[in-house]
């Protein structure tokens, strides 16, 4: 854009306006919309009257992976088509709140760099990212911060951690995180680590070790979100015994509908309801049908096979990854597995115990009508497509978040914090 359309274009994202402008601009993306989904004006205004809360994008790791400084070189106000995400396709998504994840994760541990300094410098990234687009973003560190910056037409931004590696066993690196803005943390990822099972690699611990109830309970004083994403059944289940808080999965998906391993089994879904936590549904497709949960395990071996490789570069890694995926594509769905999803879980939880975490940019593709962060309306008008009322819509869409992150907060108050 040009400095004045710049500026102009700025205008409108502060008084909300930016969608339907945006709605307008002739682009060259691939957006080609089918027939049996249109967006409606009535599901249009029910998702721009929502605060749509995103539990989870790897931006910063995208942005990271091009260098330090490319954050410099970078205009998120322009269409990157290398991305899921930018500027112009969150205001057209209607993205109220967005949780930007740092990559903490043993897996990201190449050529001597530790998960704790790169966690730190996407963490840092985050920070630059949101200075340097003040009239859009935001920092949130709180549920009334996330409503506060939302009314003034601003994209609430907050932290997460992805992998509770990098806190390298120490619960002063944890309270450092929270310090610098981390509001929720991935116990692990792929990995099983020193004080937690994953749900991707062989079971060490029956769940969390001693020092992982001490790590659960730590973030329970401060106010952080526990996140049972990528963690075994057993881990997911210890957490729930000893949280004192409501937890989330940040990007997880119900096990009933696709068994792969790091979706959520019904009983952790049903006990998630009695901590009042939510399950933010993600919108891989290896995650969303039992013909995409059968090509993950191949996935992540080869993942370990290329890092097992002192010659590889984190970028080659990720370069060859996204090539596996092009290679061996998940089968194809569309908006309608992730409503599936959804329905599912408000019928084995309670509808107050879902929402949305799409783990954009750390996905190859999103079904169809969610193919970036520009097509969140859809999962409104599909909602609303089945009958759902706008007060349900906007629980879904964020509202269930909301409330779980600010009785966490509170929990941490009474807890001493």
């Given at each position: 854009m040009k400095e004045f359309d710049?500026?102009?274009?700025?205008?409108?994202?502060?008084?909300?306006?930016?969608?339907?402008?945006?709605?307008?601009?002739?682009?060259?993306?691939?957006?080609?919309?089918?027939?049996?989904?249109?967006?409606?004006?009535?599901?249009?205004?029910?998702?721009?009257?929502?605060?749509?809360?995103?539990?989870?994008?790897?931006?910063?790791?995208?942005?990271?992976?091009?260098?330090?400084?490319?954050?410099?070189?970078?205009?998120?106000?322009?269409?990157?088509?290398?991305?899921?995400?930018?500027?112009?396709?969150?205001?057209?998504?209607?993205?109220?709140?967005?949780?930007?994840?740092?990559?903490?994760?043993?897996?990201?541990?190449?050529k001597g760099r530790s998960g704790l300094g790169i966690c730190l410098e996407e963490i840092d990234l985050i920070h630059r990212m949101v200075e340097?687009?003040?009239?859009?973003?935001?920092?949130?560190?709180?549920?009334?911060?996330?409503?506060?910056?939302?009314?003034?037409?601003?994209?609430?931004?907050?932290?997460?951690?992805?992998?509770?590696?990098?806190?390298?066993?120490?619960?002063?690196?944890?309270?450092?995180?929270?310090?610098?803005?981390?509001?929720?943390?991935?116990?692990?990822?792929?990995?099983?680590?020193?004080?937690?099972?994953?749900?991707?690699?062989l079971g060490r611990h029956g769940g969390l070790t001693e020092f992982g109830e001490h790590v659960v309970l730590e973030m329970n004083r401060l106010g952080m979100l526990v996140d049972i994403s990528h963690v075994s059944p057993d881990a997911m289940r210890d957490v729930l015994r000893i949280s004192r808080a409501p937890i989330i999965a940040s990007h997880s998906s119900a096990y009933r509908l696709a068994s792969t391993d790091r979706n959520v089994p019904d009983d952790v879904l049903r006990s998630m309801?009695?901590?009042?936590?939510?399950i933010m549904v993600d919108f891989d497709p290896g995650s969303l049908t039992q013909e995409g949960a059968k090509t993950v395990r191949p996935f992540w071996d080869y993942m370990r096979k290329l890092e097992q490789d002192p010659t590889l570069t984190e970028e080659k890694v990720w370069e060859l990854?996204?090539?596996?995926?092009?290679?061996?594509?998940?089968?194809?769905?569309?908006?309608?597995?992730?409503?599936?999803?959804?329905?599912?879980?408000?019928?084995?939880?309670?509808?107050d115990h879902v929402g949305l975490g799409s783990d954009f940019d750390g996905i190859a593709f999103g079904p169809s009508k969610l193919e970036d962060v520009s097509y969140f309306p859809y999962i409104t008008q599909v909602l609303l497509d089945r009958g759902y009322g706008e007060r349900e819509i906007h629980k879904i869409l964020g509202g269930n978040f909301l409330r779980a992150f600010r009785t966490a907060q509170e929990a941490a108050a009474n807890l001493g914090r």
């Open positions: 710049r500026r102009y274009f700025l205008k409108l994202a502060t008084a909300g306006l930016a969608g339907p402008i945006l709605g307008k601009i002739s682009r060259s993306t691939p957006m080609a919309e089918k027939k049996e989904i249109v967006l409606t004006d009535n599901a249009l205004r029910i998702h721009r009257a929502a605060i749509v809360v995103d539990g989870h994008n790897d931006l910063p790791f995208r942005i990271r992976l091009k260098g330090l400084s490319s954050l410099e070189h970078l205009d998120l106000m322009t269409y990157q088509p290398d991305f899921q995400t930018d500027i112009p396709r969150l205001l057209k998504g209607g993205v109220g709140a967005q949780f930007w994840v740092a990559d903490g994760s043993q897996a990201k541990c190449i340097k687009y003040p009239a859009v973003f935001e920092m949130a560190y709180t549920a009334d911060d996330i409503v506060r910056i939302r009314a003034k037409g601003k994209i609430a931004s907050l932290i997460g951690v992805e992998g509770g590696a990098a806190i390298e066993n120490s619960l002063a690196v944890l309270r450092s995180f929270f310090r610098l803005g981390a509001r929720y943390m991935t116990l692990t990822w792929r990995d099983t680590i020193d004080w937690v099972d994953s749900a991707t690699d309801a009695g901590k009042g936590g939510v990854a996204m090539k596996w995926d092009k290679e061996h594509p998940y089968p194809k769905c569309s908006v309608e597995k992730v409503v599936d999803h959804i329905e599912y879980i408000a019928k084995t939880a309670g509808p």
